[in-house]
């Protein structure tokens, strides 16, 4: 069993900064590849970003890529996401989530290959 706590939303103006965080529970942190999801209301949850076991791998979807940035440390159970030139868009609920999978490598994109999830996170963006 792994409990995930996000923590790190808030309000911020178009072109701004946050840093989102996600600690886990339990020992087999590693073990897991981890992702960030979010969901606007009337929306369904998507896929932000995601990071293999051994953070050798990165994954990102086109509407976050190359502002967004996806990080782990596995000796503090934890998993970041550096989100720079945020736009109103990108205004949703965010929550971290754990898949229990098997490859060091994979970095799974639907939100049915992952296992555990966060409470989730408000980020607010104005314009």
């Known amino acids: 069993q792994v409990q995930l706590v996000e923590s790190g939303g808030g309000l911020v103006q178009a072109g701004g900064s946050l840093t989102l965080s996600c600690t886990a529970s339990?020992?087999?942190?590693?073990?897991?590849?981890m992702g960030w999801f979010r969901q606007a209301p009337g929306t369904e949850r998507e896929f932000v970003a995601g990071?293999?076991?051994?953070?050798?791998?990165?994954d990102y979807a086109d509407s976050v890529k190359g502002r967004f940035t996806i990080s782990r440390d596995n000796a503090k159970n934890t998993v970041y996401l550096q989100m720079n030139s945020l736009k109103p868009e990108d205004t949703a609920v965010y929550y971290c989530?754990?898949?229990?999978?098997?490859?060091?490598?994979?970095?799974?994109?639907?939100?049915?290959?992952?296992?555990?999830w966060g409470q989730g996170t408000q980020v607010t963006v104005s314009s």
């Open positions: 990071i293999s076991r051994s953070g050798g791998s990165t």
């Open positions: 339990g020992r087999a942190f590693s073990s897991y590849a």
């Open positions: 989530a754990a898949s229990n999978v098997y490859s060091g490598y994979y970095v799974p994109r639907l939100s049915g290959r992952y296992d555990y």
